[in-house]
């Protein structure tokens, strides 16, 4: 018993705690927004699935803060194919093409509740992992020609047969930036980058006309212009910026915001949370919000920094790219700087895959922090 009593001491110290407290209190100000903004909807259900998945998150949050990152990772091949299967399986299961346009959901029922998880979700995960173990077996050699070819393979598989399979740009832009900000920060030479920009470059006039559908095109075009389809394209955007400006300083009071309250708001509890928090806390609210994701964010990149080898510093330069990119592009559609392509706001945003695929990128942060602290232990028992 005195074993355990001082194992589970040394774990809860070694544990990143600070990681936690910010989740925790992004998710709860997460929890009390989504409960406001589908107070309208007269049931308890997304609350009481949020709670739920809060609750499973931290749970998750402490198991994965127990893995070696090091020996799951030395699966990453077994794992890389996995990935394939998983993202494949919304081949045969995928629903939610009819909602939102997006055939991402692999839906079933818990406990009498109807649920669901996004297998692409996951796969983030499972790729900042995998391609972060790649990178590291590279060593100097990140460079050459051929491991660049099998980086990109890498990359190209799982987000290629995403898009394919469930035609989510959003998820998919996602793998592009976590690929982007990992293969920099593990060595991929400049020269190649600026090859990638410019294939790009190139292709887009064929991706524009040929890859796009008409409501991306549309998407798009509105942010010049959310006035030239009101009640169409541009619908979100205008209904989004109300509700900021109607917020001002403190705003209406939580539960009193009538752009949230009245059903005026689309989205209000998934895409556009950011908004209902700017109508009923006002500017402060939001920029506590964002204070908190900054914070979160900031949080991991110190512990990538502070690790002690590069498989390590890597994975949390990936989790940190997710979080990044999820933040940014979340709250620019809110703000009508980028277009509305379904990204959520991590830990605020109702969703129960979203929340949990975060505190496992959050526990795998927490695992890098655990074991570069039980490293330095053991070298000052050294000397």
Not at 127 to 141: G, L
Request: hydrophobic share 50%; aromatic share 12%; net charge positive.
């Amino acid at each position: 018993m005195r074993e355990l009593t001082r194992s589970v001491r040394l774990f809860f110290k070694q544990a990143d705690k600070l990681l936690f407290l910010l989740a925790l209190a992004a998710s709860l100000a997460g929890l009390l927004l989504v409960r406001s903004a589908t107070l309208s909807y007269g049931t308890d259900r997304y609350t009481l699935v949020q709670g739920i998945a809060l609750a499973l998150g931290i749970a998750v949050y402490f198991i994965f803060s127990l893995t070696d990152l090091e020996y799951i990772s030395g699966l990453w091949r077994w794992a890389f194919f996995t990935n394939l299967l998983l993202i494949a399986s919304l081949l045969l299961f995928g629903v939610g093409g009819a909602e939102t346009g997006n055939n991402s959901w692999l839906r079933f029922s818990l406990f009498g509740i109807s649920t669901g998880i996004q297998p692409g979700e996951v796969a983030k995960v499972i790729f900042i992992v995998t391609f972060a173990r790649h990178i590291a077996e590279t060593e100097d050699a990140t460079g050459e020609i051929w491991n660049v070819v099998k980086l990109l393979l890498h990359f190209a598989l799982p987000a290629g047969l995403l898009l394919f399979v469930s035609g989510d740009y959003g998820m998919v832009l996602a793998f592009v930036f976590i690929f982007l900000c990992m293969a920099f920060t593990g060595g991929m030479p400049f020269r190649y980058f600026l090859l990638l920009f410019g294939a790009a470059a190139a292709a887009s006039p064929l991706i524009w006309t040929y890859a796009l559908k008409d409501y991306h095109r549309e998407r798009i075009l509105v942010l010049l212009n959310p006035e030239m389809d009101p009640l169409g394209a541009g619908y979100h955007a205008i209904q989004s910026k109300t509700a900021l400006g109607a917020g001002q300083m403190l705003g209406r009071g939580l539960f009193q915001g009538p752009q949230t309250q009245y059903g005026h708001l689309p989205a209000k509890h998934t895409d556009f949370i950011f908004s209902v928090a700017g109508e009923e806390l006002g500017f402060v609210g939001c920029l506590l919000i964002m204070l908190l994701l900054t914070a979160l964010i900031a949080r991991i990149i110190h512990v990538g920094l502070r690790s002690q080898n590069r498989l390590s510093s890597l994975v949390c330069n990936g989790v940190a790219a997710m979080l990044i990119f999820q933040t940014f592009e979340n709250i620019g559609m809110c703000i009508g700087l980028t277009p509305v392509i379904g990204v959520t706001l991590p830990f605020i945003s109702y969703g129960g895959s979203s929340l949990l695929v975060c505190f496992a990128a959050l526990g795998l942060v927490s695992s890098v922090r655990r074991h570069t602290m039980m490293k330095q232990a053991q070298h000052r028992s050294l000397y």
